[in-house]
């Protein structure tokens, strides 16, 4: 079983539209990322966050997407304004306490821009 | 900037076979190396890591890899595969001071014919 629950697991949505995805830790973390798997491609470094603040963000991470943590339960990525490119496997993960680099994945939510 | 190559993309073996998959990374410096596997439908799980001491690791379902730092590879073996270890293999290298930012591999594809 994974030890973060993603919703949804696939969403489809057109250009331009905002998306929510959300990761549900099964127990208390404080280090959290976001990777995304563009079809083919490699997995790719989006995002982390520690202790409710983001604490480094990749080049990928432009002003189109934020992530926040509103009830101290979800954790959530936002894409504002979906573009074609985005269209990918987004994973969340959540790190070890000990800060020592494992990191524990869902399932994935798939998102397709059309 | 750190990268990680796989270099097979897609492998095919027969059960009991004898299985080595490659990984190299580019990094001067101490780096924490990991391989996760994503079996069909799943989502990346950790299969081994390696933080420092023996360069020998052990993980999961039979699997090791060795670190070699003069090669800078950490390739992944497994003495006798088995039809369920068909799945993606990742390799991927955190080097910096955010523990769980990883850089991965493009992943090797494992088909194991029964």
């Known amino acids: 079983e994974p030890e973060v629950t993603q919703t949804p697991s696939h969403q489809v949505t057109q250009m331009g539209q905002e998306v929510i995805l959300r990761c549900v830790p099964i127990s208390n973390h404080l280090y959290f990322y976001w990777y995304r798997q563009i079809l083919g491609q490699k997995v790719e470094f989006l995002v982390s966050f520690y202790n409710n603040e983001i604490s480094e963000k990749s080049e990928i991470f432009d002003d189109q997407f934020s992530v926040e943590r509103p009830d101290g339960s979800n954790f959530t990525l936002k894409i504002r304004s979906t573009k074609l490119e985005d269209s990918a496997m987004y994973f969340c993960?959540?790190?070890?306490?000990?800060?020592?680099?494992?990191?524990?994945f869902g399932e994935g939510s798939r998102l397709t821009v059309l | 900037a750190q990268s990680v190559s796989q270099h097979n993309h897609h492998v095919i073996l027969s059960e009991a076979a004898s299985l080595e998959l490659g990984c190299n990374y580019s990094y001067g410096g101490t780096v924490n190396l990991f391989w996760y596997v994503q079996y069909p439908g799943q989502h990346l799980q950790l299969l081994l890591k390696?933080?420092?001491?023996?360069?020998l690791v052990k993980g999961i379902k039979g699997f090791e890899a060795e670190f070699i730092k003069s090669k800078f590879s950490f390739n992944l073996r497994k003495p006798s595969v088995q039809w369920s270890d068909t799945a993606e293999y990742f390799c991927?290298?955190?080097?910096?001071?955010?523990?769980?930012?990883?850089?991965f591999g493009d992943g090797t594809t494992l088909t194991v014919k029964p």
């Open positions: 993960a959540r790190g070890t306490s000990a800060g020592t680099g494992e990191l524990f």
């Open positions: 390696y933080f420092s001491g023996d360069p």
């Open positions: 991927a290298v955190n080097a910096g001071p955010n523990a769980g930012k990883s850089t």
